[in-house]
């Protein structure tokens, strides 16, 4: 992810998954744009919009449990209100969850989705860089 800063804004000016360890010519350089506006690297979304290390690993947990509980209902092939009743929350929630609303969701309220979509969380930890 390249971003860059200006007084009025932060820009994303480009974003990509890396398939090869090799960077391809087009992905090198970023039209329009001078090399010293470019101010840092992110590994991922969440590093480049949160404010500190420990937001970033919170929003990281959220979105893989919500995509991972999203995956599971889709794979139902039920209503949203169906789905709904399965994990015990409301239609319009449901179809929070469903858009990827993830500031809608606490850990603990996708903990407790994620069981009630037949899912099981582990957690891995190691030390901090």
């Known amino acids: 992810m390249y971003v860059a800063k ?3 804004a ?11 360890q090799k960077t391809a010519a087009g992905e090198q350089a970023l039209p329009g744009v ?6 840092k690297k992110f590994a991922n979304v969440w590093d480049a919009l949160e404010g500190s290390t420990d937001a970033a690993e919170s929003m990281k947990a959220r979105a893989a449990i919500m995509m991972r509980i999203e995956k599971a209902v889709r794979q139902w092939d039920v209503s949203q209100q ?3 009743r399965r994990l015990g929350i409301t239609q319009p929630r449901m179809n929070d969850l469903l858009r990827g609303k993830i500031d809608k969701f606490s850990l603990d309220s996708l903990f407790d989705l994620a069981a009630h979509a037949g899912l099981k969380v582990s957690l891995a930890f190691k030390r901090a860089a």
């Open 10 to 20: 932060i820009y994303v000016l480009h974003v990509f998954r890396k398939k090869t």
């Open 34 to 39: 001078a090399e010293n506006q470019i101010m």
């Open 82 to 84: 169906q789905a709904a």
């Open 6 to 8: 200006f007084v009025e």
